[in-house]
Nanobody, 117 residues
Framework: QVQLVESGGGMVQAGGSLRLSCEAS????????MGWYRQAPGKQRELVAS???????EYGDFVKGRFIISRDNAQHTVYLEMNSLKPEDTAVYYC???????????WGQGTQVTVSS
């Protein structure tokens, strides 16, 4: 059974930093892409950052150099270092992984990030 477990969310003041982690288990094939999406109340889920197995990254436009995504392929783990956080970064952050020959997307349960002004 595929599981993605996020950790590292919480509450921080504006300008602060948080580091999210996500470990994937139960995936027996190569994980092509790992990434983070977020969803704020009343808004659509949006891409925060993704990284493929070769280390190529993609970021949402709003990131503007504040976040860094990285992964440990051997450990099936992806990290998101978030700096200079703003109140508008408040959302539930979801880990995702694209894996297998069928190119299946799996999702974590989400971790809450709250940035106070």
């Amino acid at each position: 059974q595929v599981q993605l477990v996020e950790s590292g969310g919480g509450m921080v003041q504006a300008g602060g930093s948080l580091r999210l982690s996500c470990e994937a288990s139960g995936i027996m094939s190569v994980i092509n892409v790992m990434g983070w999406y977020r969803q704020a109340p009343g808004k659509q889920r949006e891409l925060v950052a993704s990284i493929n197995s070769g280390g190529v990254t993609e970021y949402g436009d709003f990131v503007k150099g504040r976040f860094i995504i990285s992964r440990d392929n051997a450990q099936h783990t992806v990290y998101l270092e978030m700096n200079s956080l703003k109140p508008e970064d408040t959302a539930v952050y979801y880990c995702t992984a694209l894996h297998g020959v069928l190119m299946t997307w799996s999702w974590g349960q989400g971790t809450q990030v709250t940035v106070s002004s």
